[in-house]
């Protein structure tokens, strides 16, 4: 089993920044690839931005140049820095791990970011 904590979120006026963070712990071995997902009120949860453990990063197209992945695997976290943060960012934020073995997927409990206009 794998264990996924999110912290971070919040209230932001548009234009701001928000950096989410999301321990890891359990069977840490059996994760390759780490990320985040959003969900809007009353919308499907989608991507925002993967990364591997060597450093692979893919973003949603929404988000390309403005959101920035990134992954310490020493400390078993990824982060995602999110600037220039818009009123249709308002979602949860779900952290994601998926077991390299089985596909498995373990999600965070998520964290709240509310973009104000």
């Known amino acids: 089993q794998v264990q996924l904590v999110e912290s971070g979120g919040g209230l932001v006026q548009a234009g701001g920044s928000l950096r989410l963070s999301c321990a890891a712990s359990?069977?840490?071995?059996?994760?390759?690839?780490m990320g985040w997902y959003r969900q809007a009120p009353g919308k499907q949860r989608e991507l925002v931005a993967t990364?591997?453990?060597?450093?692979?990063?893919n973003y949603a197209d929404s988000v390309k140049g403005l959101f920035t992945i990134s992954r310490d695997n020493a400390k078993n976290m990824v982060y995602l820095q999110m600037n220039s943060l818009k009123p249709e960012d308002t979602a949860v934020y779900y952290c994601?791990?998926?077991?390299?073995?089985?596909?498995?997927?373990?999600w965070g409990q998520g964290t709240q970011v509310t973009v104000s206009s």
């Open positions: 994601n791990a998926q077991n390299r073995y089985s596909g498995y997927d373990y």
């Open positions: 990364i591997t453990t060597g450093g692979s990063t």
């Open positions: 359990g069977r840490i071995f059996s994760i390759n690839v």
